[in-house]
């Protein structure tokens, strides 16, 4: 599986975007790009997943370039409930485990 | 179940006892993960099961650790003789085979004293 790169920690304030970019150099053809968020005590939970250019539902947006090389989720208008980490994973398309690093910590303050 | 259900949420033990620790995953879905998560850090993927086939194992670490799901819905991840750095959260998760949408329970807090 591709080793992703994200950075550590993001602040942000409320009502602003916030983009989170991803580095997955070594992603392979059938390989697609996951993003999880994890709130405090809670288990992660899926937001969003795409292959390639852009997908979008109504939480986040994911932002996939051609050489799909790296990816950005962005969160847009956030606000205190979105303060979580937002772990970014390469996973094949015929499932077997997720690798989770270390995740970004977003913090949204008032 | 609604969601995946894992029991106990928290386990304190004495260092040298056995541990069981519980996962019911959502009704239907193949594929069970298990996870332990220590504080700041991402999930570490320990194994996973496809129906009752423990298909990847190499997250386990080390021969004190296993896992069963014997009939393809209940799992339980035991740990032998455990220890002090065992201490961590332990999440299980499901999945629809071949989606990559994972379900995380609650996960249980073990503690070993």
């Known amino acids: 599986l591709a080793k992703t790169t994200q950075p550590i920690s993001m602040d942000s304030y409320e009502g602003q975007e916030v983009n989170i970019t991803c580095s997955h150099n070594?992603?392979?053809?059938?390989?697609?790009i996951t993003w999880y968020q994890q709130f405090p005590s809670q288990g992660p939970r899926f937001i969003i997943q795409?292959?390639?250019t852009k997908v979008t539902n109504e939480v986040a947006s994911l932002f996939i370039p051609a050489d799909r090389k790296s990816s950005t989720l962005s969160l847009p208008r956030v606000s205190l409930s979105d303060t979580a980490v937002y772990y970014c994973?390469?996973?094949?398309?015929?499932?077997?485990?997720?690798?989770f690093g270390a995740g970004t910590q977003v913090v949204v303050t008032p | 179940g609604a969601g995946v259900s894992q029991s106990p949420r928290y386990k304190v033990t004495k260092r040298g006892q056995d541990v069981a620790l519980r996962c019911d995953p959502i009704?239907?879905?193949?594929?069970l993960y298990w996870y332990r998560q220590a504080l700041g850090q991402g999930p570490e993927f320990l194994t996973y099961?496809?129906?009752?086939?423990?298909?990847?194992k190499s997250g386990l670490p080390n021969d004190r650790f296993s896992a069963e799901r014997p009939e393809g819905s209940i799992s339980t991840l035991t740990i032998q003789r455990t220890e002090q750095r065992d201490s961590a959260m332990y999440r299980c998760?499901?999945?629809?085979?071949?989606?990559?949408?994972?379900?995380f329970g609650q996960g249980t807090r073990l503690t070993v004293v």
């Open positions: 070594n992603i392979a053809t059938n390989d697609y």
């Open positions: 998760a499901s999945s629809l085979q071949g989606d990559t949408e994972a379900f």
């Open positions: 009704s239907g879905h193949v594929s």
């Open positions: 994973l390469v996973t094949t398309d015929s499932w077997g485990k997720l690798q």
């Open positions: 795409g292959y390639k």
């Open positions: 099961f496809n129906y009752e086939a423990q298909q990847d």
